[in-house]
């Protein structure tokens, strides 16, 4: 898979996962909030090596910014079960 797939996947799996794991842990954002951090999901994953650690501290960075939350458990959770999320739609799409 071509690592700009890779990360336009990871991109849209977390625009799409993040809101719901966001509502169930009752943390305020707004739609602007989401597409920069999953702007920045895409981007850190291009990061040869080490692009998945990367991304997944600067969706952190990103969203404690952003968010009128605490890091711990309101963003560190919704972010860990998007990024979990993510690995079966990864999956769906062929590797060479």
Request: charged content about 5%; overall charge positive; cysteine-free.
């Amino acid at each position: 898979m071509s690592p700009y797939t890779n990360a336009l996947i990871a991109a849209v799996a977390m625009l799409l996962v993040l809101p719901i794991a966001l509502a169930i842990f009752k943390a305020p954002f707004k739609l602007i909030d989401l597409v920069l951090a999953a702007i920045v999901a895409g981007a850190t994953t291009l990061i040869p090596v080490v692009g998945g650690p990367v991304s997944f501290l600067a969706i952190l960075i990103v969203l404690n910014w952003r968010l009128p939350v605490s890091l711990y458990p309101d963003i560190f959770y919704p972010v860990a079960i998007a990024r979990l999320a993510s690995i079966p739609v990864m999956m769906l799409f062929p590797h060479p």
